[in-house]
């Protein structure tokens, strides 16, 4: 006979056996979802990590799970640096839309300027604030051939001292502007402008 029961243990094989049910349930309905994870760190000088995005991509689209950036270094760039790479990186995937969530005291006015909008809020949670979804239609043109969005990222990578962006671990070479816009086959993402770029 069948029993339910709390596990106050998390049993990893008994969780992979839950998740692979349901990735097996959807792959029935709706074909193979294509999931691979993003995970980009920002490291200083010292490889220290002082900040990151971790995603995933699946269905077309671009989760991001969690984006950080150090105190100290905010409101230097590196947190849409991290952004747009994560969004060019699920472009190259194929992906073409992007969702997220985030904490009233957090980050919303942020991921506004960069074209999400919110279409769905939970309230007191905690109590007195809020937890907002978003979304973002992903643009292959504007992310590749802007010449502001090239700009910025040019800006974040002038001072290499700072920090290094790290891409999912395997180094990479990078190149901005809309002449040298990534090749499919090489990964290339954006200039670094001294700062190494390189896979998890």
Request: aromatic share 10%; charged share 20%.
């Amino acid at each position: 006979m069948e029993t339910i029961a709390f596990d106050t243990t998390l049993d990893p094989d008994a969780a992979r056996a839950v998740r692979a049910g349901l990735s097996a349930y959807n792959r029935s309905r709706v074909g193979d979802d294509g999931y691979q994870e993003l995970t980009i760190f920002l490291r200083d000088p010292d490889h220290a990590v002082v900040g990151g995005l971790l995603g995933d991509t699946y269905w077309g689209w671009l989760a991001i799970n969690i984006l950080w950036v150090a105190e100290q270094l905010r409101g230097q760039g590196y947190g849409r640096a991290l952004l747009i790479m994560a969004e060019r990186e699920a472009v190259r995937r194929g992906c073409r839309h992007a969702h997220l969530d985030t904490m009233s005291f957090q980050a919303r006015p942020f991921y506004e300027r960069e074209g999400y909008t919110v279409f769905g809020a939970l309230h007191d949670i905690p109590v007195g604030h809020s937890r907002y979804f978003m979304q973002k239609n992903l643009s292959p043109s504007a992310l590749f051939d802007g010449e502001s969005v090239d700009q910025s990222l040019g800006d974040v990578f002038q001072d290499s001292a700072q920090a290094h962006l790290l891409h999912d671990g395997l180094p990479t070479q990078v190149c901005p502007r809309a002449h040298d816009r990534p090749d499919p086959r090489h990964n290339q993402l954006f200039p670094p402008q001294g700062a190494s770029v390189s896979r998890a």
